[in-house]
């Protein structure tokens, strides 16, 4: 995962070195580890979690890691995240439901800061959130949708297709 330009600048590269993260850093194991628990994880009717490289990959690279944002954020309040597929264990359904409708998969990445929302990747490396006020387009990149969480810019709801 390359670092640099405009989001990059100061709020992500800080958080990353702060939780210690270096270039190059890989975590395989863990991420065999998160996969096989996702993989092997049903929900009781019978939801499956999708796994794919981008998912995979990002969790080599950054999990198990907790980012901090630096300050108090720009329109809303800087948060944090936990990097840790398993917070998303128990959304299968949910995920695959937004998936779909977002025609693509989504694979738990972790969780904001004090659990209040759900975060996670799809094949082409966006990120996305879900939280009790409803679904969230944070990035199209890892980088930038962790810039949204660390700098509190603006995400962009996700209104669903009929306009409910």
Known sequence: MATGGPWSVGSVDEALAAAGWTPGRRHAAEAERWADALSAHRSPQGHTHALFPAA??????????????????????????????LR???????????????????????????????????PEARLYCVDHTGDWYLGPDVISGLATLLTGAAPHRLVPPDGL
């Open 88 to 122: 998303g264990l128990h959304w299968a359904r949910t995920l695959g439901d937004l998936g779909r409708a977002l025609d693509t998969r989504l694979a738990p990445l972790g969780e904001e800061s004090g659990g209040t929302a759900l975060v996670a990747i799809d």
């Open 56 to 85: 995979f990959e990002t969790w080599a690279e950054l999990g198990p890691m907790t980012l901090g944002p630096s300050g108090p954020g720009r329109e809303y309040a800087a948060t944090g995240i936990v990097i840790d597929p």
